[in-house]
C-alpha cells in the first residue's frame, strides 16, 4: 500500500493561532493512523530536491530550498516566505524524528502545497541550542493561509512512511535526488513490497 496521508485533521481548528511545533513521538506517530488520501511523493519532484548538501548551516540551507522553489514552483516573496518559516522555528524547531525536522509556513505567495526535500550526510545544525543534534533529513513545506490543516496532511503523509527511526540516515546516504524521490514514492523502509508508481 502507498504512503498516504488523510483529510484535514480536526485538531486543527485549535492549532489555527500558532505554529505546530510538535517533538513529541507519540503525537507524530498518530499522524500516520490517518485515513488514506494523499500520496506523499505526489507533493514534489526530484527537481526540488537537493540532494547531500554540504552546508551545515539551518539557515543557508532553508533559503537554497526556497530559492529552488522559487525556480520550480514559481514561488514569489521568497524573503517573506524565509521570515515567516524562521518566525515559527525560533522558540521551538519542528524536529519531528531522530536526525529530521519539517520546517513550514502558511503564505499568501502559494494556492497549493508546495514541498522541498534536503538531505545532508554530515548533518545540518537546525538548532543552536544543539549543536550536537543534528539534521539530515528536512522537509520544507509552504501551505496556502487559507489551508491551516495543509501541514497536517503532510505530516500524516511522512509519518507513515517515517515510523523507522533510522529513515533520516538512510535517505540521507541516498546519492541522488531521484532515489530521494523514489524511497518516498515506494513507501519508505518497506520498498520492496510498494512497487513505484507510474509516472
Given at each position: ?43 514534489f519532484r526530484p527537481s ?152
Open positions: 500500500m502507498k504512503a498516504t496521508c488523510g483529510q484535514t485533521d480536526p485538531r486543527e481548528e485549535r492549532m489555527q493561532g500558532g505554529p505546530v511545533r510538535h517533538t513529541s513521538p507519540v503525537w507524530w506517530m498518530t499522524m500516520a493512523m490517518e485515513n488514506d488520501s494523499i500520496q506523499f511523493s505526489s507533493l526540488e530536491v537537493i540532494c547531500q548538501t554540504q552546508e551545515t548551516d539551518r539557515d543557508k540551507i532553508l533559503m537554497d530550498m526556497l530559492r529552488l522553489l522559487a525556480r520550480e514552483r514559481g514561488v514569489e516573496n521568497i524573503d517573506e516566505a524565509f521570515r515567516a518559516v524562521l518566525e515559527r522555528e525560533k522558540d521551538l524547531p519542528t524536529i519531528v524524528a531522530p536526525g529530521m525536522a519539517m520546517p513550514h509556513a502558511r503564505i499568501e505567495a502559494v494556492r497549493e502545497i508546495v514541498i522541498s526535500v534536503a538531505t545532508s550526510r554530515q548533518g545540518i545544525v537546525y538548532d543552536p541550542r544543539r549543536p550536537d543534534d543534528r539534521i539530515k533529513l528536512l522537509v520544507l513545506t509552504l501551505a496556502p493561509k487559507t489551508s491551516p490543516g495543509a501541514y497536517l496532511q503532510t505530516i500524516g503523509c511522512v509519518a507513515r512512511i517515517c515510523r523507522d527511526p533510522s529513515t533520516a540516515e538512510v535517505v540521507s546516504s541516498l546519492p541522488t535526488a531521484d532515489r530521494v524521490w523514489s524511497f518516498f514514492d515506494k513507501g519508505g523502509m518497506a520498498s520492496p513490497d510498494h512497487p513505484k508508481a507510474a509516472t
